[in-house]
């Protein structure tokens, strides 16, 4: 990829030319496992995802041409419906993959754009889908990277933003635009990509749950106008009024969004979640439960719990009293106090534990009280400090222990195996509004792990994500 180049230049290149032969094999596999995870997460939000049912209910009453599936109802839409439907279910249960470095969930727009998009053309092999899916999930990561200011103190929040860019990136691979083209769906997107950071600070609001739906809409809506004939900008990401000047006041490095591009990608950087919260809570849910199996202390033993880390986390365990007592599961998955106290109550976090009961239960509440948040006086404002930290727990008895963690479970670093990784997907898939057994979640997995192996990606996938379709 030539990195000469201007970077909206380049970007539209690598989403017109890039082909699977180019894709190494650690980024094939990689891309399939975010596919099944994706999917996975997203049919257990069907049930289970707050906020969700109206998107169900708006595409079922306002109709459209049926080309695309609505995993949340029995039915089929517009590409733009049902990526707005899949969308909302993508991030519902904070349980999706994440990006550690650039701060971002890459596919959770990304998934359900190229879903509805590859549906409505009929017939796409699995290696173009692959293709398409890596592209996108680049796209996202290498933008949150080269940021070189949290958009937050702008006001942003930026995994969504950033989505919409990813999900677009995907559409028009797979729609076959040209480099002119992709720049034109490029400046749709930015006609359109935003998300307010105001979402961090209501703890009653759903809009954190449902963000990625906007930016899932945005991919498809835009690649499908730039096919269309609608002509956009020459430069939607450097240009004087473009991304990085109106989101980071050019506050971003050029030679990190291009390095490599095309030649190595960042889908293989991605971490898997092991439990369904907010990735900056991870390293403080493992550290609780590994002190707890090894010290066997019980909830009633604990005196105090601080959880020690960067001033990005804050938002995580501020303001206390409300991340103590979380009124809706969304905010209690973004809450450090919940889910220290949760893992250290009832033994582990799973998607059981957010539910309406589990939300007031008094031993998780009572110890959630016990919880504190305190900066590290060696943060340094970098982002990967997100998922990085450490806890301390005093008992009643005097005794005092902590454990600091560098890289959560689920990094590439420390990966989760692919059995794990089906088992959370046969756990899902078993939530799912028409529910799989778990020997029938198993064979859509190895379909998928053979996706590109077929000249036909989505007939086989849908087949199980259409039960119950009319």
């Known amino acids: 990829m030539n990195s000469v180049l201007p970077v ?18 650690t980024t094939i596999e990689a891309t399939k496992r975010c596919l099944l995870d994706a999917l996975g997460v997203s049919m257990g939000a069907t049930t289970l995802g707050e906020g969700v049912q109206p998107f169900v209910e708006l595409a079922r009453s306002q109709g459209g041409t049926p080309t695309s599936t609505v995993l949340g109802g029995a039915f089929k839409t517009s590409t733009v419906q049902a990526a707005l439907v899949n969308g909302a279910l993508a991030h519902a249960l904070d349980f999706e993959d994440a990006h550690d470095a650039a701060l971002v969930h890459p596919n959770a727009a990304n998934v359900p754009a190229a879903l509805a998009i590859a549906e409505a053309i009929g017939t796409v092999s699995g290696k173009q889908f692959i293709t398409a899916l890596a592209i996108g999930c680049d796209v996202v990561c290498r933008m949150g990277l080269a940021l070189r200011v949290p958009l937050d103190d702008h006001g942003w929040y930026p995994p969504p933003i950033l989505g919409a860019f990813g999900a677009t990136a995907t559409a028009a691979h797979l729609l076959g635009l040209n480099e002119r083209q992709v720049l034109d769906a490029f400046s749709l997107t930015l006609c359109q990509a935003t998300c307010s950071a105001e979402i961090k600070y209501n703890p009653h609001s759903l809009i954190r749950a449902v963000r990625d739906s906007f930016a899932a809409k945005t991919g498809v809506l835009s690649a499908e106008l730039a096919s269309r004939g609608i002509s956009g900008f020459e430069s939607p990401f450097e240009g004087k009024a473009g991304f990085f000047a109106l989101f980071a006041r050019n506050k971003y490095e050029p030679a990190e969004l291009l390095r490599e591009l095309g030649q190595r990608f960042e889908i293989d950087n991605v971490s898997f979640k092991p439990w369904p919260t907010c990735r900056g809570t991870h390293v403080y849910i493992e550290s609780a439960l590994e002190m707890a199996r090894v010290h066997e202390f019980r909830s009633a033993d604990i005196k105090q719990i601080t959880a020690i880390g960067s001033r990005l986390n804050r938002m995580l365990a501020e303001p206390l009293d409300n991340k103590r007592s979380p009124s809706t599961a969304i905010d209690a998955k973004f809450s450090i106090p919940f889910a220290v106290a949760t893992a250290l109550a009832l033994g582990d976090v799973q998607l059981a534990h957010f539910s309406p009961a589990a939300l007031q239960n ?100 849908l087949s199980y994500l259409q039960r119950g379709t009319v």
């Open 8 to 25: 909206s230049a380049a970007l539209a290149r690598f989403v017109a030319t890039t082909r699977f032969e180019q894709l190494p094999h």
């Open 362 to 461: 008094s031993d998780t509440l009572a110890l959630a009280q016990r919880v504190e948040y305190r900066l590290d006086p060696n943060d340094d404002g970098n982002p990967g400090a997100m998922t990085r930290g450490a806890l301390n727990i005093i008992t009643t008895d005097g005794q005092e222990f902590t454990r600091r963690l560098h890289s959560p479970l689920g990094n590439p670093a420390r990966p989760l195996s692919d059995t794990t990784l089906i088992e959370k997907f046969v756990a899902c898939a078993a939530q799912y509004r028409t529910p799989l057994a778990a020997s029938t979640a198993r064979q859509m997995a190895d379909d998928i792990f053979h996706l590109d192996t077929l000249d036909n990606a989505l007939p086989k996938v």
